[in-house]
Nanobody
Framework: QEQLVESGGGLVQPGGTLRLSCAAS????????MGWYRQAPGKLRELVAV???????NYADSVKGRFTISRDNAKNTVYLQMNSLKPEDTAVYYC???????????????WGHGTQVTVSS
């Protein structure tokens, strides 16, 4: 059973940057797609960014141009570089792995426990 562990969250001022990491216990090459989702208090969990095994990406409109998802197969890690952060980016960010589909629009079957990102002055 693969495990996904997120790190890199924290408190940052508006306009700041953070880089989230998602480390897999095994090989991320076993996943057809991996991505990041987030959930703010009182809101549904939403897609942030997803990358397929072959590098196809999908981003939420709200983060396009500010966030970048990438994967390092050698390190079995997926990253989310977040620039120009806004207070509305505040949420728990979850790593997701899809072992069943290449789709970059729906979540897969593996979830991490989440890491808190707070954007506030």
């Amino acid at each position: 059973q693969e495990q996904l562990v997120e790190s890199g969250g924290g408190l940052v001022q508006p306009g700041g940057t953070l880089r989230l990491s998602c480390a897999a216990s095994g090989s991320i090459s076993s996943f057809y797609a991996m991505g990041w989702y987030r959930q703010a208090p009182g809101k549904l969990r939403e897609l942030v960014a997803v990358i397929s095994r072959y590098g196809v990406t999908n981003y939420a409109d709200s983060v396009k141009g500010r966030f970048t998802i990438s994967r390092d197969n050698a390190k079995n890690t997926v990253y989310l570089q977040m620039n120009s952060l806004k207070p509305e980016d505040t949420a728990v960010y979850y790593c997701n792995g899809n072992s069943r589909s290449y789709s970059t629009y729906i979540p897969g079957d593996y979830w991490g426990h989440g890491t808190q990102v707070t954007v506030s002055s």
